[in-house]
């Protein structure tokens, strides 16, 4: 994701890096928490982790 946004701002608009700052923001409170809410949706989408195919 992170360089999906960077291409897009690149080729779009500069407004493209609130959304990489977001990932990253995300990022570093998921590495102190454990939280991390894409992966919450992702799970609700039916996709599964890593550690749950062992």
Same mark, same amino acid.
């Given at each position: 994701?992170? /360089?999906?946004?960077?291409?897009?701002? %690149?080729? %779009?608009?500069?407004?493209?890096? /609130?959304?990489?700052?977001?990932?990253? /923001?995300?990022?570093?409170?998921?590495?102190?928490?454990?939280?991390?809410?894409?992966?919450?949706?992702?799970?609700?989408?039916?996709?599964?982790?890593?550690?749950?195919?062992?």
């Amino acid at each position: 994701m992170i /360089l999906v946004s960077v291409a897009l701002v %690149h080729f %779009h608009s500069q407004w493209w890096l /609130l959304f990489t700052a977001f990932i990253g /923001l995300n990022l570093i409170q998921s590495a102190f928490t454990g939280f991390c809410l894409p992966s919450i949706m992702l799970r609700k989408l039916g996709l599964k982790d890593a550690a749950c195919n062992q």
